[in-house]
Antibody, heavy 121, light 106 residues
Framework: QVHLVESGGGVVQPGRSLRLSCAASGFVFSVYSIHWVRQVPGKELEWVAVISIPDTNLFYSDSVKGRFTISRDNSKNTVYLQMNTLRPEDTAVYYC??????????????WGQGTLVSVSS | DIQMTQSPSTLSASVGDRVTITCRASQSISSYLAWYQQRPGKAPKLLIYKASSLQSGVPSRFSGGGSGTEFTLTISSLQPDDVATYYCQQYDDYWTFGQGTKVDIK
């Protein structure tokens, strides 16, 4: 059974940093890409970043490019999202999701339960 | 960037009703369209991919259609368990979501 668990969220002041983790189980982690998607409570979903396989290419949304870094440790079945220079508009629930090739292009098939990041002074 | 627009924003229907949600893309996305269900306080769940392919384990009352720029999600017989917000997503060029359609029981 595919299982993704996010951790590391919390309250942080503007300009500070936070690192989120996504621990995966129930599938062969090393052959799947992993995404981060965020959601301001009550609002729509926004794709944030992906770390792909097998070439470990990294892609980011324009809203976080240059401030956030996605990485993975296949020995720990874990993906990280390092978030620097945080802004109030980064406040959201952050989900990690498994990427799968669905009909020729990849998208997210299984999601974790999310971790809340609140950026406030 | 490809923009996704859903209608309606909210929908109230009776148990057993057939309901349809529409999603429009700002440019052609072929059939790279997914639908997700998000129950209150829960993570999104994939229902449909490639516009009309039903994800494993999803009830057959859910169906999807369309191609190019116009897509639909249909629930053939609305059930209490279907109360949720539904999002379309294009995955032709990166990933963008619609603003969501909240479905509840009348």
């Amino acid at each position: 059974q595919v299982h993704l668990v996010e951790s590391g969220g919390g309250v942080v002041q503007p300009g500070r940093s936070l690192r989120l983790s996504c621990a995966a189980s129930g599938f062969v982690f090393s052959v799947y890409s992993i995404h981060w998607v965020r959601q301001v409570p009550g609002k729509e979903l926004e794709w944030v970043a992906v770390i792909s396989i097998p070439d470990t290419n990294l892609f980011y949304s324009d809203s976080v490019k240059g401030r956030f870094t996605i990485s993975r440790d296949n020995s720990k079945n874990t993906v990280y999202l390092q978030m620097n220079t945080l802004r109030p508009e980064d406040t959201a629930v952050y989900y990690c999701a498994r990427g799968a090739d669905l009909g020729g292009h990849p998208t997210q098939d299984y999601w974790g339960q999310g971790t809340l990041v609140s950026v406030s002074s | 960037d490809i923009q996704m627009t859903q209608s309606p924003s909210t929908l109230s229907a009776s148990v057993g009703d057939r309901v349809t949600i529409t999603c429009r893309a700002s440019q052609s996305i072929s059939s790279y369209l997914a639908w997700y269900q998000q129950r209150p306080g829960k993570a999104p769940k994939l229902l449909i991919y490639k516009a009309s392919s039903l994800q494993s384990g999803v009830p057959s009352r859910f169906s999807g259609g369309g191609s190019g720029t116009e897509f639909t999600l249909t629930i053939s017989s609305l059930q209490p368990d279907d109360v949720a917000t539904y999002y379309c997503q294009q995955y032709d060029d990166y990933w963008t979501f619609g603003q969501g359609t909240k479905v509840d029981i009348k």
